[in-house]
């Protein structure tokens, strides 16, 4: 039997600059971002979202932290206000249209600058216990 892998699922990491710093630093909008957009997606939320201000070591490094457990994985957002910038994470098993995700992001935060970055994580993942692999023989290949 052959068995044809595909990844587990794309990673899409956006880096954003350049934003409504009002928006990044409100902690009910971004709560709400993060509350529909599973919605948005075709994604299914199992938790509400988690979301808080944070200030630790680095006082400069304050914002808001947030993210959104889904059955397909999670999405996770990270602020840093003074420095007018934040991190935009969604991991799913479940395949999605991440130029759309892109394109959201960018529009609810008043992003001008995003870099982006895609994975494809899970490349051996067994989508079925027949198609499971022992540690043992990825060790000898």
């Known amino acids: 039997m052959t068995v044809v892998r595909s990844e587990f699922g794309p990673h899409l990491m956006l880096d954003c600059r350049g934003c409504d710093l009002e928006k990044i630093s409100n902690l009910e909008y971004v709560f709400n971002f ?3 957009l599973p919605g948005r997606i ?3 939320k199992i938790t509400q979202p988690y979301v808080f ?3 630790g070591l680095i006082p400069e490094d304050k914002g808001i932290t947030g993210t959104v457990i889904i059955a397909e994985s999670h999405i996770t957002f990270h602020s840093f206000i003074d420095k007018d910038y934040f991190f935009f ?3 799913s098993c479940k395949h999605f249209d991440v130029d759309r995700v892109a394109q959201l992001v960018q529009e609810a935060f008043g992003v001008q600058h995003m870099e982006r970055h895609e994975a494809r994580r899970g ?3 067994p989508r079925s216990l027949e198609e499971r692999v022992p540690l043992v023989a990825l060790q000898s290949v």
Do not use: A, I
Request: net charge negative; aromatic share 20%; proline share 7%.
């Open 34 to 36: 993060l509350n529909e």
């Open 42 to 44: 075709g994604m299914t």
């Open 53 to 55: 201000p944070y200030e």
């Open 89 to 91: 994470d969604v991991f």
């Open 123 to 125: 490349m051996d993942f």
